[in-house]
């Protein structure tokens, strides 16, 4: 039995088959993504082409380690960019230096905050300069320096633990307190002052730790706390950072030096030396060994009468019982030589069986160039 309402009922049923086909069809299609997803998933796993690298290991491919700071130990394509900057393991003597300037700062330090100063090198390393200058964690307090004998410029940093505690025990801090550490001001004159002293301290013994290498004179130049005023070098040179950690019972900081390669290039030579220990290689038993060695060494004495220069025509031609004519008189003297080097002059005679020489004078001693061109 039909009705006037059965279009509309057909209409409705219609839709609601059309309604039920299109989810059938969405619920095939997020099968099929499903299954895509899936396929992915197993792809990653049997290490397809399509694995997406998480941030860890895009990390480690560019080389940047978030775990520490130390620059000893870098792969990737940052180990490539830096391939250029020069190991200061190939400058033998810096470790020797810096030793002794370790030695000579724990000494100068404790004379000069009368407090009992531990200073240990934390780490020595090469960086870039403008790579240095991004990474100082500010405040702190920038000292720029010039060695005069290398006519060039260095660089201290001295971080805000290190100024404050400075200040403190200067100052009359009570001891077995940290520091108070004041941020969101500049640094007074006082302690801008004080870190001064301290820092012309440093340079005295960085002085005294290059004299046996190369004297030379470590001047401030000035103070800066903007990374941006201290620029010693252009960003891409290289250098060399030496990180010194100074501690005083519970307080202490860092203070770090350094050194561009342009700085040091005059001394290159010096600075690949082998030479170990304390005296760079100086061993006063061995010298003094040495010397009384030589003082009894055996060597030859040569008497000359006369020199003539003849043809080799001539000298073939010398014959058994010929006669060599000499252009010196019984009067003359006899040039006396040591190794061909011309050392004094003398009057020939005779002392018994033996022919003897008087010395008359010593002649003068000549350069070693003057002995080549001879």
Known sequence: MSGPDEPTDQDALAAEWGADAAAGEQKSSDAAAADDWAAMVEGENSGGSDRVLNQDE????????????????????????????????????????????????????????????????????????????????????????????????????????????????????RRGTAAMRIEGRPYTTIERTLVQRMIEVVLADCRVAFEPLSPIDFQLDRLETNPRFAAIARPANAAILVKLRIDMEDRGGRIEMLLPYATLEPIRELLLQQFMGEKFGRDSIWESHLATELWSTT????????????????????????????????????????????????????????????????????????????
Do not use: W
Request: proline share 3%; charged share 25%.
């Open 58 to 173: 895009i990390d480690s491919l560019l080389g940047f380690d978030s775990g520490g700071d130390n620059a000893q130990d870098k792969s990737g394509i940052r180990a490539i960019i830096n391939s250029a900057l020069v190991s200061y393991e190939r400058l033998p003597m810096l470790e020797i230096v810096f030793d002794r300037l370790v030695r000579l700062m724990t000494t100068s330090l404790r004379n000069f905050t009368s407090d009992n100063v531990e200073v240990s090198l934390d780490n020595v390393s090469s960086i870039r300069f403008g790579d240095y200058l991004n990474s100082i964690p500010l405040p702190a307090i920038l000292a720029v320096f010039r060695a005069e004998e290398l006519d060039n410029y260095g660089l201290f940093t001295v971080d805000s633990n290190l100024i404050y505690s400075i200040v403190d025990v200067l100052l009359g801090g």
């Open 299 to 374: 060597v030859d004495l040569d008497a000359v009468l006369d020199e003539q220069i003849l043809s080799l025509k001539d000298v073939m031609e010398f014959k058994v019982g010929q006669t060599l004519m000499l252009n010196v008189s019984p009067d003359s003297l006899v040039e006396m030589r040591c190794g061909g080097v011309p050392l004094m002059r003398g009057s020939m005679g005779r002392i018994g069986p033996h022919v003897a020489v008087r010395v008359e004078r010593t002649l003068k001693r000549h350069s070693h160039s003057d002995l080549v061109n001879r």
